[in-house]
T-cell receptor
Framework: NAGVTQTPKFRILKIGQSMTLQCAQDMNHNYMYWYRQDPGMGLKLIYYSVGAGITDKGEVPNGYNVSRSTTEDFPLRLELAAPSQTSVYFC?????????????????FGAGSRLTVL | AQKVTQAQTEISVVEKEDVTLDCVYETRDTTYYLFWYKQPPSGELVFLIRRNSFDEQNEISGRYSWNFQKSTSSFNFTITASQVVDSAVYFCALSEVGSNSGYALNFGKGTSLLVTP
């Protein structure tokens, strides 16, 4: 059981380039998330998805796009990379509340992708 | 506004000392969840505990214990007899049922704990 898999682990981009961070989970979780972590700032939510075909913006969505064509995959697209997007990116997933439950199940995180934009 | 405040940026202790990491949260929801995650130097995020707003019982798991007090909006984490392997960044996080964000976690800025021999 791989859990949440992120690729690549490291990447250096030049300003203006584009790339996609891949995220896949094999736990059949409905909910998926992308966070970025900057030094001393905690984790900030970029985008989230509550199921295939449904995505929505988080706290810091500018400069990013996502798609969710399958339950398993939730790629994060960076268009026109900027130095401000230098960060560590974490993908996470959780299962949706079951009938009778109220939300907030445990998020399982990937190992992270370190992106540097020069 | 910061919903989760971890006022201690860095803490340094000597092995076997007890240490408490503070977490203060802010929410208008009556139903919410609080979490602690550990991020060791290797960088992964490790789940430690989840607590819902209706359960104020303190919890102990080995050397770890958590004190949840709704009256002061705090969810503090204590490590007893700290060990070098406890050195990590610890994050407190809040999920509000009414936030309409897919139960995403709102993280504090983290507390970096260094335990020296």
């Amino acid at each position: 059981n791989a859990g949440v898999t992120q690729t690549p682990k490291f990447r250096i981009l030049k300003i203006g380039q584009s790339m996609t961070l891949q995220c896949a989970q094999d736990m059949n979780h409905n909910y998926m998330y992308w966070y970025r972590q900057d030094p001393g700032m905690g984790l900030k939510l970029i985008y989230y998805s509550v199921g295939a075909g449904i995505t929505d913006k988080g706290e810091v969505p500018n400069g990013y796009n996502v798609s969710r064509s399958t339950t398993e995959d939730f790629p994060l697209r960076l268009e026109l990379a900027a130095p401000s997007q230098t960060s560590v990116y974490f993908c996470a997933s959780s299962y949706s509340p079951r009938y009778g439950e109220t939300g907030a199940n445990v998020l399982t995180f990937g190992a992270g992708s370190r992106l540097t934009v020069l | 506004a910061q919903k989760v405040t971890q006022a201690q940026t860095e803490i340094s202790v000597v092995e076997k000392e007890d240490v408490t990491l503070d977490c203060v949260y802010e929410t208008r929801d009556t139903t919410y969840y609080l979490f602690w995650y550990k991020q060791p130097p290797s960088g992964e995020l490790v789940f430690l505990i989840r607590r819902n707003s209706f359960d104020e019982q303190n919890e102990i798991s080995g050397r770890y214990s958590w004190n949840f007090q709704k009256s002061t909006s705090s969810f503090n984490f204590t490590i007893t007899a700290s060990q070098v392997v406890d050195s990590a960044v610890y994050f407190c996080a809040l999920s509000e049922v009414g936030s309409n964000s897919g139960y995403a976690l709102n993280f504090g800025k983290g507390t970096s704990l260094l335990v020296t021999p």
